[in-house]
C-alpha cells in the first residue's frame, strides 16, 4: 500500500492535502478544505459595494409556479415567472424574459416582452416586442418596434405620449435608456 501526497495551487493559496493511501479519486481529499474555506469569518469572495443609502429601484421575481395577486412597482422589474394578476407601474419598466408568462393587462410606461402575454398592453412611452415574444391582445403606445420573430395577435392602438413638446428630450432619455439596458443585459 502506498502513499500519495497531493498540493494543489488555488487562488495563489498553496493547500497540501492529507496523504491518502488507496484511491487518488477520492473526492474527501478536497473536501475538508473546501469546507474551511466555506466557513463564516473568511474573507470575503467579492468586496462589498459601497453604501450609498438610496433603495435598488430594479426588481427581479423569478420563475415560480404562479401568481394571481396584481403587481404594483416603481422603477425596473424583471419578469420571470407566470402570473394572471395584472401588473402596473405608470412610470416604471417591465422586461418580461423569454420565460416568463402573463395572462392579464399590463400598464406600464415601458414594456419589453420577450415572453408570453395574453392581455391588453398599455404604455405611456414605447412598447419592445423581442424576436421570442407571443403576444394576444391590444396594445396602446406613443411607439411599438416589433423584432423579426416576435408574433402579435389583436389590435394595436397608436397613442399620443404625454407631452409632445418635449417629444426630443424624451427621446433621447429613452434612447440611453435603451442602451443601458442593451448593455446591462450583454453582461457590460
Same mark, same amino acid.
Given at each position: 500500500?502506498?502513499?500519495?501526497?497531493?498540493?494543489?495551487?488555488?487562488?495563489?493559496?498553496?493547500?497540501?492535502?492529507?496523504?491518502?493511501?488507496?484511491?487518488?479519486?477520492?473526492?474527501?481529499?478536497?473536501?475538508?478544505?473546501?469546507?474551511?474555506?466555506?466557513?463564516?469569518?473568511?474573507?470575503?469572495?467579492?468586496?462589498?459595494?459601497?453604501?450609498?443609502?438610496?433603495?435598488?429601484?430594479?426588481?427581479?421575481?423569478?420563475?415560480?409556479?404562479?401568481?394571481?395577486?396584481?403587481?404594483?412597482?416603481?422603477?425596473?422589474?424583471?419578469?420571470?415567472?407566470?402570473?394572471?394578476?395584472?401588473?402596473?407601474?405608470?412610470?416604471?419598466?417591465?422586461?418580461?424574459?423569454?420565460?416568463?408568462?402573463?395572462?392579464?393587462?399590463?400598464?406600464?410606461?415601458?414594456?419589453?416582452?420577450?415572453?408570453?402575454?395574453?392581455?391588453?398592453?398599455? #404604455?405611456? $412611452?414605447?412598447?419592445? @416586442? +423581442?424576436?421570442? &415574444?407571443?403576444?394576444? %391582445?391590444?396594445?396602446?403606445?406613443?411607439?411599438?418596434?416589433?423584432?423579426?420573430?416576435?408574433?402579435?395577435?389583436?389590435?394595436?392602438?397608436?397613442?399620443?405620449?404625454?407631452?409632445?413638446?418635449?417629444?426630443?428630450?424624451?427621446?433621447? #432619455?429613452? $434612447?440611453?435608456?435603451? @442602451? +443601458?439596458?442593451? &448593455?446591462?443585459?450583454? %453582461?457590460?
Amino acid at each position: 500500500m502506498s502513499t500519495i501526497s497531493a498540493e494543489n495551487e488555488v487562488g495563489g493559496a498553496t493547500y497540501i492535502a492529507d496523504p491518502i493511501s488507496e484511491d487518488p479519486f477520492d473526492p474527501s481529499l478536497h473536501f475538508d478544505q473546501w469546507l474551511r474555506d466555506l466557513q463564516p469569518g473568511q474573507k470575503a469572495l467579492a468586496p462589498k459595494s459601497p453604501d450609498t443609502g438610496e433603495e435598488e429601484s430594479e426588481i427581479y421575481i423569478g420563475s415560480f409556479p404562479s401568481s394571481d395577486c396584481e403587481v404594483t412597482f416603481e422603477g425596473v422589474l424583471h419578469f420571470d415567472g407566470y402570473s394572471i394578476g395584472n401588473i402596473s407601474s405608470p412610470d416604471g419598466m417591465l422586461v418580461l424574459t423569454k420565460r416568463g408568462r402573463i395572462e392579464a393587462d399590463i400598464n406600464v410606461g415601458v414594456a419589453v416582452i420577450a415572453g408570453s402575454v395574453t392581455g391588453n398592453i398599455t #404604455a405611456t $412611452r414605447r412598447v419592445v @416586442l +423581442e424576436s421570442e &415574444a407571443r403576444v394576444t %391582445g391590444q396594445i396602446q403606445t406613443p411607439a411599438l418596434s416589433v423584432r423579426l420573430g416576435a408574433v402579435f395577435d389583436g389590435d394595436c392602438l397608436l397613442i399620443q405620449g404625454k407631452n409632445p413638446l418635449g417629444r426630443k428630450r424624451q427621446l433621447r #432619455a429613452d $434612447r440611453s435608456e435603451e @442602451l +443601458e439596458y442593451l &448593455a446591462v443585459g450583454a %453582461g457590460a
